[in-house]
């Protein structure tokens, strides 16, 4: 940058910009500090940037729509031109949806492009939060900005479920049923919360115009503040990167920001607007006028909600029957919803706490920027399997009767069978991922110690058959060894020599994450290998590294 | 875990806890070489490459000014064919006018900058002892300077002034509904004594005779329809009523059969679970199924709940004719209809 201040005095009219604006907002100093900013590279890493360019796609499409629609649950008769509704009775809401799709050139794609955004922004978040599961990005010093991330993968299917309500059509407001049925069940103020939240007794005319606040101001303000804080966060850790030569926790190894990811995120963010643009054009979503305007009583078999709301509505349709009961002084206590609503806050509670869990488990304070590859910490990813069998059952669990009437099974006996994999499918996916971990470990140890397999198979002298194994280079070598061993621990006595609850759960804990443990290869490990081959070449034949 | 001593590199040094540092461990050997890509080494590929980006830029250009032409070429009218030209031509050219920016800048980030990766310096985030000094220094001054700890009188009246100030602000909320008894409301619905079963949506009366053996009506109270349109989905989110005709012999329940007129019975159609309408009847086993969360209930036997997460059986509405032959109502639910709330079964 101070060669641009030396430039300005020649004059040009880049030079004069840059010279205008450090020394009115200290360009030149933003510019020494972040210009040059190293960032890795890994296609993983751009499920996060995926989310970030939808939501941008999102506040893009979504304020267009909003000069349009018309949050209002006044009755009007359609006059539009859609045929089928002619003369029928509606809300200005749907109307106005309706008219954005048929009458605004542009604005069907706007509708759709803001649908698929939706979808897709929450889609992912999602594999990003896994990404970041999957690796142990979640270590130290990044545990807050997990659960900075956490919130936003929350606040993202509050904003999708707000805007899902909006058109007033038939799925909206069976959606916005099903809501108001789960928040009567709430003990005590459920009847009264309800009320509040409609305005009076469901659907009532004020439902719309709220969501509608929520959906175009709260929320995305929210979402807008909290990745500021967790981009702000990426910027203090710098990003991690994969193990591998020359990657170590002290150093971060990658191309600057400027300028090959102005080039790549920035290309990158045209390449998901692009495809997003692409695919509104050409796929329909959520095509309002087919359902009509929201009436209780109809409502049209086999719907589903949007993806992300599956698993919420796949854990209320497992709830075994008869869980309603009344208590002594005759309130009734709706565990049938109550259930469902506690097993979903569990779950979520669990994954927000993942990364603090884990660090007291392992004690380990040191900062990590070096990411896990999967199969180096077994027990964390057969939990992070366990974790997305169960989402992904009560996920199926929204779609039992896709399911039975499409391959002609009995609906019960689908349900009844997703509600027993809702149990028994995290166990087993736990034990097969595990085990799974460990394997790849034991392979990985393997080509370490004797070299790749290469399918060529010597005859030696004296008759016997050997395949031939190369050594791999130092550097593929490096990525094999290079990973965070633990060990498990004994509960140890305190200083004043009591053995604490705490020590004996931590030791607990310790054994179920560690017991089963594969090392990395050692210096002295990897030398006596070599030694072995060596006297085998010797004693053996002129192949070279037999084993 | 306490923390061990600063080590003389200025970085602090933690506790590694049950991770294993061996003494043993292979050396890094540090960064792969770089490989030189064509581009790099032949003035030919890399000018190939450098036309590619500007040729990627070009059709973006070509993309964008297409969906100017199109928009304005592909009116919409009230044939909807229209619509879907224009969303076609006009969200096709918009997105290869961003696809191809894309590809363009991408593919010269990749040929054309350097390629070489280089690493750079990563500090803890911890900060140096000077700075966690001073830090802690300007708390300490700060709290010396207001006497913040000091001074207990005003440290507890804030307090209690910043758990109030909220209060004010939380019974705004209060008139978010004007309705004062909730599960009151709920109790009740149209249907009273007298009130005949009309269609939905048309509002045509039922004549027993014309309910067959089998048929199913979607029927409302009469009045619905002619109700101020802002009070109509409210009170049908309540009354909505499903009719059957069954067999007598068929019905289990004796209470069923009384409450129903020869056979005809009448259900509310507002799931017992969380609202859904229970709009599936399926004749051969007199089941009803909710589309929605597969609550499924025996007609022939109060409604109950045979399969599903709803816990109670749909309330039955009391049914006779009228001396026109017409099916009416004898009296509104014994019982709230829909899905359970706290109050429900407590007595008013």
């Known amino acids: 940058m101070s060669n641009a201040t030396n430039t300005a005095k020649k004059g040009g009219f880049l030079a004069g910009t840059a010279n205008y604006l450090d020394e009115r907002v200290g360009m030149g100093g933003i510019l020494k500090e972040f210009g040059r900013k190293i960032f890795p590279d890994h296609w993983s890493f751009m499920l996060g940037e995926v989310a970030l360019y939808s939501f941008l796609v999102l506040l893009l499409s979504g304020t267009y729509l ?28 749907y109307k106005s949806a309706l008219d954005i799709s048929f009458e605004v050139r542009g604005g069907l794609l706007m509708r759709e492009l803001h649908h698929w955004a939706a979808l897709l922004f929450v889609a992912a978040a999602g594999l990003h939060m896994m990404r970041v599961f999957f690796t142990g990005a979640f270590r130290k010093p990044r545990e807050i900005n997990w659960v900075v991330g956490f919130a936003l993968f929350v606040l993202a299917m509050g904003g999708g479920f707000t805007g899902y309500s909006l058109p007033d059509d038939l799925l909206s407001g069976n959606g916005l049923r099903i809501i108001d049925g789960m928040i009567k069940a709430i003990p005590v103020i459920g009847a009264y919360v309800s009320s509040m939240l409609f305005g009076g007794e469901f659907p009532g005319t004020h439902i719309v115009a709220r969501l509608y606040g929520l959906h175009i101001l709260l929320i995305p303000a929210l979402i807008l503040v909290f990745i500021a804080i967790h981009l702000f966060m990426v910027v203090i850790h710098k990003h991690t990167h994969y193990s591998g030569p020359g990657r170590r926790d002290d150093n971060v190894v990658g191309y600057p920001l400027m300028p090959v990811y102005v080039g790549k995120a920035g290309g990158f963010f045209f390449l998901v607007f692009g495809v997003l643009m692409l695919v ?44 309603e009961f009344l208590d002594w002084t005759g ?36 900062e990590h920027h070096v990411l896990d590859r999967p199969r180096n910490a077994p027990t964390r990813t057969a939990i992070g399997a366990a974790g997305m069998t169960f989402y992904a059952a009560l996920w199926a669990g929204a779609s039992t009767d896709l399911i039975a009437t ?21 166990i087993i996916a736990f034990y097969i991922t595990k085990r799974t971990c460990l394997s790849l470990q034991r392979k990985d140890r393997e080509i370490v110690l004797h070299g790749r397999e290469t399918g060529r198979i ?60 594969v090392a990395p290869v050692t210096t002295g490990e990897l030398a006596e290998a070599r030694s072995h081959h060596e006297n085998h070449e010797v004693a053996g034949s002129d192949a070279k590294a037999l084993h | 875990m306490a923390s061990k001593q600063e080590s003389q590199g200025g970085e602090h040094e933690y506790s590694a806890g049950l991770a294993v540092v061996s003494a043993d461990k292979i050396a890094d050997p540090g ?22 980006v500007a040729g990627w830029f ?5 993309g964008s000014i297409s969906a100017i032409v199109f928009y304005f070429l592909f009116p919409i009218n009230a044939d909807l064919n229209t619509v879907r030209t224009n969303t076609f031509f006009f969200g096709v050219s918009a997105a290869l006018g961003m696809l191809a920016i894309g590809f363009g800048a991408v593919h010269w980030a990749k040929t054309l900058m350097p390629d070489a990766e280089v690493a750079e310096a990563r500090h803890q985030t911890r900060g140096s002892e000077e700075v966690r000094a001073r830090a802690i220094e300007i708390v300490n001054l700060a709290n010396q300077e207001s006497g913040f700890s000091r001074r207990k009188l005003i440290r507890r009246s804030l307090y209690g002034a910043l758990a109030l100030f909220p209060l004010p602000g939380l019974v705004l909320f209060k008139d978010l509904t004007t309705n004062n008894n909730p ?8 249907w009273a004594r007298g009130v005949r079963l009309v269609t939905d949506p048309l509002g045509t009366p039922i004549k027993a005779a014309d309910v067959t053996l089998g048929s199913v009506f979607h029927v409302i109270p009469e009045g619905l329809n002619e109700l101020p349109e802002d009070q109509k989905l409210e009170q049908k989110a309540k009354a909505a009523v499903l009719l059957v005709r069954l067999d007598e012999s068929e019905i289990k329940s004796e209470k069923e059969k009384a409450w129903g007129h020869q056979g005809i019975v009448a259900y509310s159609k507002i799931c017992t679970h969380v609202g859904c309408p229970v709009a599936l009847y399926e004749q051969h086993t007199h089941h009803l199924l909710c589309p929605c969360h597969q609550s499924t209930f025996d007609i022939t036997d109060d409604c109950k709940v045979i399969f599903g997460p709803a816990s109670h059986a749909l309330p039955q509405l009391q049914i006779s004719v009228d001396n026109q032959g017409y099916l009416v109502a004898n009296h509104d639910f014994f019982e709230p209809v829909g899905p359970s709330f706290w109050e429900r079964s407590v007595n008013e």
């Open chain 1, 331 to 366: 309130h009734t206590w709706s565990w049938n919803i109550l259930l469902p609503i506690l097993v979903l806050v569990v779950f979520v509670v669990l994954v927000a706490f993942y990364p603090f869990f884990e660090a007291w488990v392992t004690g380990d304070k040191r």
């Open chain 2, 183 to 190: 599960s009151g409301t709920l109790r009740h619905t149209m």
């Open chain 1, 458 to 517: 010597v005859r030696l002298p004296h008759g016997e058959y050997m395949e031939v194994h190369e050594p791999i280079d130092d550097h593929e070598l490096y990525k094999l060894v290079d990973f965070v061993d633990h060990q498990p621990t004994v509960a140890r006595p305190n200083a004043k020599g009591k053995i604490t609850l705490g020590a004996r759960m931590r030791a607990a804990w310790s054994r179920f994450y560690f017991e089963d443990r």
């Open chain 2, 31 to 52: 960064l792969e070489p770089h490989r030189v890509r064509m581009t790099d080494k032949s003035e030919k590929h890399e000018k190939r490459a450098a036309s590619q």
């Open chain 1, 280 to 323: 509104a054009a050409t796929v329909s979503i959520n095509p309002i006028w087919l359902y009509g305007s929201y009436d209780p009583s109809p409502v049209s078999a086999g719907t589903q909600p949007d993806w992300y709301i599956g698993w919420a509505d796949g854990a209320l349709r497992l709830a075994p029957t008869h869980l």
């Open chain 2, 58 to 62: 070009l059709i973006s250009i070509a």
């Open chain 1, 406 to 426: 499409h391959f002609h099974l009995s609906l019960n006996g689908v349900l009844t069978t997703i509600q027993i994999l809702l149990i028994v499918g995290p």
């Open chain 1, 66 to 93: 909003t000069f349009f629609f018309q949050p209002s649950q006044v009755d009007v008769i359609y006059d539009g031109v859609y045929g089928p509704l002619k003369g029928a009775h509606m809300s200005i809401a």
